[in-house]
T-cell receptor, first 113, second 115 residues
Framework: QKEVEQNSGPLSVPEGAIASLNCTYS??????FFWYRQYSGKSPELIMS????GDKEDGRFTAQLNKASQYVSLLIRDSQPSDSATYLCAVTYSGAGSYQLTFGKGTKLSVIP | DTGVSQNPRHKITKRGQNVTFRCDPISEHNRLYWYRQTLGQGPEFLTY????????KSRLLSDRFSAERPKGSFSTLEIQRTEQGDSAMYLC?????????????FGSGTQLSVL
C-alpha cells in the first residue's frame, strides 16, 4: 500500500512566523513531489514541485526533499493570514505507465493575525 | 484560457439515479485525471486518460462508474445507481504529460450530494 502521511493539524502560527509542514511517503521509488494549497470549499492549487534532494525556493515558499529519509517538507516564511488553508503533499509513484498522483490527507494551517 | 472547467458545480440527486459530470481540460493538455475528495481527506485517484485512451483505473472505480474522453478533448464521468457513499467532490485535473514531472491543474470540482 503506497501511502503519503501528513499531520492533519491544525497548525497555528502567528503572522510573520515560519510555518513548517511535513510529509513522509512509503515508496522509495517515488520520483516527483508536490505541494498543493486548498482553501476551504475550493480545489487544490499547485504551489511547489521538487524532484531532487535538497531545497527549492520560490518566493516565501521553500520545499525540502530528503529521499533517503522519504521526507518532504514545506516552509512558509513571513506567514500571512491569507496562507491559512489546507496544504496537501502529493507524490508520483514509480511504475511502468503509472502517472497516478497520490495525496496525503493534508495539514490545516491557521495563521493568526 | 482558461483553466480546467467542470460542470455542474453542484449536483443533488436521489439514491438510485444516474448522474454525469463533464470536464473540459486546458486545451493543450493531453492527460486528464478524475479524483474524488471527501471531507477531511486528500483527493483519491479514480482514473486517467492519455488523449482518448483510458490508461489507468483505481479499484475505487466500481462497475457503476464509467469515464470517457471521446476525441481526446473533454471527458465525462458517469455514476449509475448512485449511493449515499458516492457523495463527494469530484475533481478533474489535466496536465501536459511528459516524463514523470506531472503538474496537475485542477478544476473547481463538482460537489455531488446523494439523498
Amino acid at each position: 500500500q503506497k501511502e503519503v502521511e501528513q499531520n492533519s493539524g491544525p497548525l497555528s502560527v502567528p503572522e510573520g512566523a515560519i510555518a513548517s509542514l511535513n510529509c513522509t511517503y512509503s515508496d522509495r521509488g517515488s520520483q516527483s513531489f508536490f505541494w498543493y494549497r486548498q482553501y476551504s470549499g475550493k480545489s487544490p492549487e499547485l504551489i511547489m514541485s521538487i524532484y531532487s534532494n535538497g531545497d527549492k525556493e520560490d518566493g516565501r515558499f521553500t520545499a525540502q526533499l530528503n529521499k533517503a529519509s522519504q521526507y518532504v517538507s514545506l516552509l512558509i516564511r513571513d506567514s500571512q493570514p491569507s496562507d491559512s488553508a489546507t496544504y496537501l503533499c502529493a507524490v508520483t509513484y514509480s511504475g511502468a505507465g503509472s502517472y497516478q498522483l497520490t495525496f496525503g490527507k493534508g495539514t490545516k494551517l491557521s495563521v493568526i493575525p | 484560457d482558461t483553466g480546467v472547467s467542470q460542470n455542474p458545480r453542484h449536483k443533488i440527486t436521489k439514491r438510485g439515479q444516474n448522474v454525469t459530470f463533464r470536464c473540459d481540460p486546458i486545451s493543450e493538455h493531453n492527460r486528464l485525471y478524475w479524483y474524488r475528495q471527501t471531507l477531511g481527506q486528500g483527493p483519491e485517484f479514480l482514473t486517467y486518460f492519455q488523449n482518448e485512451a483510458q490508461l489507468e483505473k483505481s479499484r475505487l472505480l466500481s462497475d457503476r462508474f464509467s469515464a470517457e474522453r471521446p476525441k481526446g478533448s473533454f471527458s465525462t464521468l458517469e455514476i449509475q445507481r448512485t449511493e449515499q457513499g458516492d457523495s463527494a467532490m469530484y475533481l478533474c485535473a489535466s496536465s501536459l504529460g511528459g516524463w514523470s514531472n506531472e503538474k496537475l491543474f485542477f478544476g473547481s470540482g463538482t460537489q455531488l450530494s446523494v439523498l
